[in-house]
C-alpha cells in the first residue's frame, strides 16, 4: 500500500501533471504573464522584485514544487508544439548548479538561494528601524547589528566544511 501511495505522490509531481495544471491557468489567465516559481515561498520576495520592474505588470504564479520539478516542466515546455511556453517565465535558485537553462525565459538567483538576499545585515537593520521602531535609537541598532555579524561568522565557521561536502557531493553526483 506504501508503494501505490508513493507512486501516486510522484505522478502529483510529473511534468506532465504540471503542464496541464499550466495550461488551466493559462486558459484561466490567458492574457497575464505567468511566473513559475520553485515554490510557494518564493512568491512574496518575488512579487516586491517584479513590481520593481513593472508595477502594471499583469502575472499570476504557478507553483512547480521543486527545482527539480521546474526543470522538468522547462522541459516539457521546450518540446511543446504549441508553444505553451511563450510568457511563461522560470525563477530559479542558483544552488550548486550549472546545467541552468540558458534561455530568456529563465531568471536565476545570483545568490544560492532567494533567502540569501533577506538574511542578511542591511535587511536586519531595516526591520529593526521600519517594524521595530528603533530609527530613533541607532544604538540599539548598531549593537543588535553587530550581535547579527558574530553570530553569521560563527554560523559560517561551523557550516564551511558541511557546504563544502555539500558541494563536491553534487558536483560528483
Not at 553569521?152 to 564551511?160: L, N, S, T
Request: with cysteine; net charge negative; charged share 25%.
Amino acid at each position: 500500500m506504501l508503494d501505490l501511495k508513493s507512486k501516486m505522490q510522484e505522478a502529483l509531481e510529473s511534468s506532465a501533471v504540471l503542464k496541464m495544471k499550466l495550461i488551466t491557468l493559462r486558459g484561466r489567465c490567458p492574457s497575464a504573464a505567468i511566473f513559475a516559481f520553485e515554490g510557494v515561498d518564493d512568491k512574496s520576495l518575488y512579487y516586491y522584485w517584479i513590481k520593481q520592474v513593472s508595477n502594471n505588470l499583469n502575472y499570476v504564479p504557478f507553483f512547480c514544487g521543486g527545482k527539480r520539478n521546474s526543470f522538468k516542466l522547462m522541459e516539457s515546455l521546450n518540446r511543446d508544439a504549441n508553444e505553451l511556453w511563450k510568457n511563461v517565465y522560470f525563477c530559479v535558485d542558483r544552488d550548486f548548479d550549472e546545467n541552468i537553462f540558458d534561455s530568456s525565459n529563465v531568471y536565476v538567483t545570483s545568490k544560492y538561494s532567494f533567502e540569501n538576499f533577506l538574511a542578511c545585515k542591511n535587511v536586519l537593520e531595516e526591520i529593526l528601524k521600519h517594524d521595530f521602531n528603533l530609527h530613533g535609537h541607532p544604538e540599539i541598532v548598531v549593537c543588535v547589528c553587530d550581535l547579527y555579524d558574530q553570530l553569521e561568522r560563527r554560523f559560517f565557521a561551523i557550516v564551511q566544511e558541511v557546504n563544502l561536502l555539500l558541494f563536491v557531493a553534487a558536483k560528483l553526483n
